[in-house]
């Protein structure tokens, strides 16, 4: 039986891996970062859907700072249908602002300026997940839509959150959780 008292004490640093249920929708075959979840509700970016029109310079011109990496930019993430606009970054904790939230041991979340700026200056963290947007849901929605097997839920690494490639990332967690993504179905029973 599904407690929820324990889901909303640990759905903070879960990836949400979406089940066919939600075919034909937004979500679909998307994986979600967890960066909190408490009695009011809660929030995720989407780590494994990059958006092909939209990069990292782009976001710094539109801020006026003028990219001068010398490495390779961040991937930027569809993160979610809420406050598209806004930048949320997900991040190894070599990197710090004020700000910063610790979402897990070793997964920060900072959503500023400053860190465009960092990384535009080649002093943003190791490792990232640029998102813009994010998802969110109100207090006891999320618990609903797992009780109505729409997500299944893995604990967060940062190693799969940060190097697995982007178009593997679904079918890589769907397999840590024993399935296989092609031929799950959204119908639980016993055989």
């Not at 004490?9 to 937004?26: E, K, M, R």
């Not at 509700?41 to 859907?49: D, E, F, H, K, T």
């Amino acid at each position: 039986m599904l407690q929820t008292d324990s889901i909303i004490n640990t759905l903070q640093n879960h990836f949400l891996v979406a089940t066919t249920s939600l075919n034909d929708s937004i979500f679909e075959r998307t994986v979600i970062y967890m960066c909190t979840h408490d009695e009011n509700g809660a929030m995720g970016v989407i780590v494994n859907r990059p958006l092909n029109s939209v990069s990292f310079t782009d976001i710094a011109d539109s801020m006026g700072v003028k990219p001068l990496i010398d490495k390779k930019p961040p991937t930027i993430f569809n993160g979610g249908p809420v406050d598209k606009n806004r930048g949320f970054v997900v991040h190894s904790p070599d990197y710090k602002l004020k700000n910063s939230l610790n979402v897990g041991q070793d997964i920060s979340l900072s959503a500023t300026a400053d860190i465009v700026k960092d990384i535009a200056v080649g002093q943003g963290p190791q490792d990232m997940a640029f998102c813009l947007g994010y998802a969110g849901w109100s207090a006891g929605q999320l618990e609903q839509e797992i009780v109505e097997n729409s997500w299944l839920v893995l604990q967060a690494d940062a190693d799969t959150l940060f190097h697995v490639e982007p178009q593997e990332k679904y079918d890589y967690c769907t397999r840590r959780i024993g399935l296989n993504a092609l031929n799950f179905s959204d119908t639980i029973g016993l055989a």
